[in-house]
C-alpha cells in the first residue's frame, strides 16, 4: 500500500518569514495529493491540493509543488501569520482506485509573532 | 454552506460496550469515508462507501463494522470496546464529479473516550 512520509515533525518560524513542509510518497499510482490543516480538537481543513498533470499550484499565500518522478510534493506558506499556526497534514490517493487517503505525520507549525 | 455533520461529537463508553457514530455526508455527495485519529497521530483510513456499497477497507478491526443508508448517510458500528480504541473519528464525503476528481471534506468528528 501507499506509504507517505512528512518532513519536518515541527517548525517554528517567526512572522513573516515562508514555511516549506515536504512530502515523500511510495505509490506511484497515486494521483491526487490534497493538503489539509488542523487546528488541536478541530476537523482537518482541505487548504490546497494538486493533481498528478500539475506540477504546481498557488493560491494567495499558499502553493504546492509536485515532483512525479522524484514522488514528492510540498507546502508553500509565504508570509507566515499567527493564525497559521496549527498541524499541516499531506496526503496521497488514487482517485481511479478508491481515492482513500493516506496521511503522513504530520507536522506542527508555530508562527511566533 | 452545508457541510458534513457527524453525531455524537462526544460520547464517553466502557470497555466491552458498544457505540454508534452516525455520519450526515454534504448534500448530494455520495461518497463516505471514516478515519480513526488517535492522539498525536495522522488519521487511518477505516472504511469507505460509494453509493451504499462499501467501497475500500482500510484498517478497520473485525469488531467494527458500517453501512450506508438509502439517504446516504453512514454509521460505524463498534462493539467490544477497548481502551484503545479511544481516539478521534472522522467522516468524510465527497461530490459524485468523477470528472475533476473529487475532494474528501471532513466532519467535526465523535470524539470517543473508552473507560
Known amino acids: 500500500g501507499e506509504n507517505v512520509e512528512q518532513h519536518p515533525s515541527t517548525l517554528s518560524v517567526q512572522e513573516g518569514d515562508s514555511a516549506v513542509i515536504k512530502c515523500t510518497y511510495s505509490d506511484s499510482a497515486s494521483n491526487y495529493f490534497p493538503w489539509y490543516k488542523q487546528e488541536l480538537g478541530k476537523r482537518p481543513q482541505l487548504i490546497i491540493d494538486?493533481?498528478?498533470?500539475?506540477g504546481e499550484k498557488k493560491d494567495q499565500r499558499i502553493a504546492v509543488t509536485l515532483n512525479k518522478t522524484a514522488k514528492h510534493f510540498s507546502l508553500h506558506i509565504t508570509e507566515t501569520q499567527p493564525e497559521d499556526s496549527a498541524v499541516y497534514f499531506c496526503?496521497?490517493?488514487?482517485?481511479?482506485?478508491?481515492?482513500?487517503?493516506?496521511f503522513g505525520g504530520g507536522t506542527r507549525l508555530m508562527v511566533k509573532p | 454552506a452545508a457541510g458534513v455533520i457527524q453525531s455524537p461529537r462526544h460520547l464517553i463508553k466502557e470497555k466491552r460496550e458498544t457505540a454508534t457514530l452516525k455520519c450526515y455526508p454534504i448534500?448530494?455527495?455520495?461518497?463516505v469515508y471514516w478515519y480513526q485519529q488517535g492522539p498525536g497521530q495522522d488519521p487511518q483510513f477505516l472504511i469507505s462507501f460509494y453509493e451504499k456499497m462499501q467501497s475500500d477497507k482500510g484498517s478497520i478491526p473485525d469488531r467494527f463494522s458500517a453501512q450506508q443508508f438509502s439517504d446516504y448517510h453512514s454509521e460505524l458500528n463498534m462493539s467490544s470496546l477497548e481502551l484503545g480504541d479511544s481516539a478521534l473519528y472522522f467522516c468524510?464525503?465527497?461530490?459524485?464529479?468523477?470528472?475533476?476528481?473529487?475532494?474528501?471534506?471532513f466532519g467535526p468528528g465523535t470524539r470517543l473516550t473508552v473507560t
Open positions: 468524510a464525503s465527497s461530490p459524485p464529479d468523477r470528472t475533476i476528481g473529487y475532494e474528501q471534506y
Open positions: 448534500p448530494r455527495h455520495d461518497t
Open positions: 496526503a496521497a490517493s488514487n482517485q481511479d482506485a478508491g481515492n482513500m487517503l493516506t
Open positions: 494538486i493533481r498528478s498533470n500539475v
